[in-house]
């Protein structure tokens, strides 16, 4: 088999993950934000050269590229969408402004949640002008109330044409149970703008993008990925061009933030939001697999942010099933990664009461980036605190390919932190150190244990650039006592990519009572949730042939989103059976569902009686592909000592500097163990080791970390 290749986009780095000839390379590239193609073909050629070859050699050997993108983020974020028109039924033109009760404080941080009185909601991405009504009706059955007409959707088409659109979405009410009329405007469309169909004008049906009921977050999905579509589509296009100019005739896949991924052409743009975080928590869950550990904490730190999350039982089973994306909710299932604004480049500040410290969310990316980079940057950062504490080798930095300055480091700790807070820069730097970690540890600590579960239970991943520098910091917070760190972790996120299948979800909005507490019968038309688990397999089946994939080995999964009685809050559960036969698979399923309610709130919370509805359901067609499994290794007897690089004076408390031995991570064989206090360095990170804790080399050649008291 050939080469694959694996790139992930971040905030400051572009990273590549290759696998070729039963060894894997890493390759690590600024981000080029101004043209994407740029850093991503960086990235491949710096992986390419740790298998002595040329990019051009690497790419005409490939036999997959995938692909996490920050396209969508960077869009939302610079506001560069196109200028839409919304076709709405007549009398709902204003529900995208009206929008949610809770609208102000979506996406914001828990700081500026607190300040109602300066939050305001986010301005619409499509405006008032842009947005018109048509005489429609569908009931919520399905059936058609008010037909429409097609002179009046052409009528109000020339209007938006006039008004500057360059895309258009439609979105009815009810058109997830019945898509004819949100057709209908399509075929008008193509009718009469056939030109602009085929340009650069995207026509977005909600009942394309999301299935599921809900009038405002269906409305501001379908938004969102027709905002999203004209960047994604430019971008990728034109590097889908450039990788077969150099070379590379295979297909493009693109990875999504449900799981899963697709070819370019079958991919929709929201799906790719946060899409790299979660190739991350895959490949968390793959290293779960690996190890034989069921519960993992995944950790991320990069330049610009802070991403968790958590694989129960050896799955990344948590989905956000109304994530957040930017200021705006939307239905499109994500899995669960959470994000915070701490990494390396975000910025140490005073308060504005003067009294205390605070880390990010603001970050200085990579351009200027730190204060160390020595390229501008004034704001003290975590990463400048990390250099001043010792932790840090301004000679060694990503392997020596980048100097630090320790210099313009401390004047930026002294002049910002130190100096108004009547600090030492040592101080100032250990401050800051300790305010990014307890951030960390305390998001963590909130996630896990608002999930129902223990986080000492768990074994901790640390990777990102940064990862092993700050992990044994924030698992002191959650009393975690092993850790997990990797040779590719500044590159996890494109690893984890690697271990990914391609994977494509289906809904139906339709409901079912699988538990009436009225009659205290159970559901019994196995029949039709059977037909329309039928047609989901059919539509899998058919995208699945299009990509040019073997139908007969995908496998399928169903879940159903469920809920007692009348309640608001549904939880996503998968189901233990694909079709129903009998009374004993409904059964199977409300168990399940009570199972995983007493989990998350309490053995005494599940309340059966109250009869057990199903909103919607979900079917995963997964198609597997070939995954690298590292080779297992013996001990090999070396001595540490013989990796030792030499000391360095590091700070680990208020005592001050400390002379702490140096390890060379690429020359400590299986079976080493180093006791901390110790700073181990690799060519992409350093781990450190405090007192109390330990450093070894296992069997797969990763770094254990382990509290020793």
Not at 220 to 242: C, F, I
């Amino acid at each position: 088999m050939g080469a694959t290749i694996d790139v992930d986009i971040g905030g400051t780095f572009t990273d590549c993950f290759v696998v070729w000839d039963g060894r894997y390379g890493k390759g690590k590239s600024p981000t080029t934000h101004y043209q994407a193609s740029i850093g991503f073909k960086n990235a491949i050629t710096a992986a390419a050269e740790s298998f002595g070859v040329g990019l051009a050699d690497l790419l005409v050997d490939t036999e997959v590229i995938r692909y996490s993108t920050t396209i969508a983020t960077n869009t939302l974020i610079e506001k560069t969408g196109p200028r839409l028109g919304l076709i709405t039924t007549a009398g709902f033109e204003d529900t995208m402004l009206i929008g949610r009760g809770r609208q102000w404080a979506d996406g914001l941080p828990t700081a500026e949640v607190r300040n109602q009185a300066r939050a305001e909601k986010p301005e619409p991405l499509i405006p008032r002008e842009m947005i018109v009504g048509v005489h429609e009706r569908v009931d919520f059955e399905g059936e058609v109330v008010a037909p429409i007409d097609r002179e009046e959707v052409r009528e109000k088409l020339a209007y938006l044409v006039n008004k500057g659109a360059m895309g258009f979405v439609v979105s009815f009410i009810w058109s997830c149970m019945n898509p004819v009329h949100e057709q209908v405007v399509r075929d008008v469309i193509m009718e009469e703008y056939p030109d602009t169909y085929l340009g650069s004008m995207p026509i977005i049906l909600s009942s394309d993008v999301s299935r599921k009921r809900g009038e405002y977050l269906r409305t501001m999905t379908t938004v969102l990925d027709a905002y999203l579509h004209r960047d994604l589509s430019e971008q990728l296009t034109s590097l889908n061009e450039e990788l077969i100019d150099a070379g590379y005739e295979k297909p493009l896949m693109i990875i999504h933030g449900t799981g899963g991924m697709s070819r370019l052409s079958h991919t929709a743009a929201v799906d790719t939001y946060n899409s790299g975080p979660v190739a991350g928590l895959l490949g968390g869950a793959e290293i779960a697999k690996m190890y034989g550990v069921e519960n993992v904490l995944v950790t991320d730190v990069g330049g610009t942010s802070f991403d968790f999350g958590v694989v129960v039982d050896g799955e990344a089973s948590f989905y956000d099933l109304f994530p957040t994306i930017e200021r705006w909710r939307v239905q499109t299932p994500l899995l669960e990664v959470k994000t915070i604004g701490a990494g390396g480049g975000s910025i140490a500040r005073i308060s504005p009461t003067g009294s205390r410290i605070t880390v990010g969310p603001e970050s200085a990316g990579s351009m200027p980036g730190p204060a160390c980079y020595g390229l501008g940057g004034k704001e003290p950062t975590v990463t400048d605190a990390d250099l001043v504490l010792g932790y840090l080798n301004p000679e060694y930095y990503l392997g020596g390919k980048k100097k630090l300055d320790t210099r313009r480091a401390r004047r930026a700790i002294e002049d910002r932190i130190a100096k108004p807070l009547g600090m030492s820069v040592e101080e100032a730097a250990l401050a800051i150190k300790r305010v990014v970690d307890s951030t960390m540890g305390g998001e963590i600590f909130k996630e896990v244990v608002l999930k129902g579960y223990d986080p000492r239970e768990f074994v901790m991943l640390a990777y990102g650039g940064a990862g092993a520098t700050h992990c044994c910091g924030y698992a002191e917070a959650l009393d975690v006592s092993r850790i997990l760190t990797f040779p590719y972790s500044s590159v996890f996120c494109a690893f984890g990519g690697s271990v990914m299948d391609i994977l494509s979800v289906y809904e139906s909005s339709d409901s079912f009572i699988f538990y009436d507490n009225l009659t205290g019968s159970y559901f019994d038309e196995y029949d039709r949730f059977n037909l329309i688990v039928n047609d989901m397999v059919f539509l899998a089946f058919r995208d699945l042939k299009s990509q040019g994939f073997d139908i007969d080995l995908a496998d399928f999964s169903l879940e159903l989103e469920m809920r007692y009685g009348t309640q608001f809050f549904t939880e996503n559960v998968a189901s233990p059976v694909g079709m129903l036969h009998g009374t004993e698979d409904v059964k199977a399923i409300c168990d399940r569902f009570t199972e995983k309610y007493k989990v998350l709130y309490g053995e005494t919370s599940a309340y059966p009686d109250g009869g057990i509805e199903v909103l919607s359901m979900r079917l995963k067609a997964t198609y597997p592909l070939g995954h690298y499994r590292f080779p297992v290794h013996s001990p090999d007897g070396s001595d540490p000592a013989g990796a030792l690089k030499g000391t360095r004076s590091v700070v680990w408390d208020e005592s001050g500097p400390v002379s702490t031995p140096i390890y060379d991570a690429a020359l400590l064989g299986c079976g080493a163990v180093v006791g901390g206090p110790a700073i181990v360095e690799a060519d992409d990170t350093t781990c450190v080791v405090p007192g109390g804790w330990s450093y070894a080399v296992d069997r797969f050649l990763d770094g254990v970390i382990e509290k020793t008291k």
